[in-house]
């Protein structure tokens, strides 16, 4: 992901507000495990923002691009970051894509 948005960077494509917006955590867990109530807890600290619903990107919206994904994500705070939290990414065996990205 650094290495591509770098490239769009380089080439005026993306904004570093926009790569900013990469979470840099990322809440994973099965669906009723309290994985809302972690992130809901977790976005009270100033530091901390993230999507008003999952974004589901790498389980679902995958092919629409990196772009996409990080146009869906809100602005961290200054100084801070972008979290997201989906239970789909733990069904849908979407650990390579997470990290390839």
């Known amino acids: 992901l650094q290495q591509t948005i770098s490239k ?10 926009i790569t900013n917006r990469f979470p ?6 099965f669906g009723k495990a309290g994985t809302k109530a972690l992130y809901e807890v977790l976005k009270l600290h100033p530091s901390l923002n993230g999507p008003g619903k999952e974004s ?3 389980s679902r919206h995958y092919s629409d691009g990196i772009a996409s ?3 869906s994500m809100p602005q961290p705070p200054a100084g801070g970051f972008v979290i997201e939290k989906s239970p789909d990414y ?3 065996h979407v650990e390579e ?3 390839q990205t």
Do not use: A, Q
């Open 8 to 17: 769009s960077m380089d080439s005026g494509r993306y904004s570093s507000s």
């Open 90 to 92: 733990v069904v849908s």
């Open 97 to 99: 894509r997470i990290v």
């Open 24 to 29: 840099r955590i990322m809440i994973i867990g």
């Open 56 to 58: 589901r990107f790498f």
């Open 69 to 71: 994904y990080l146009r």
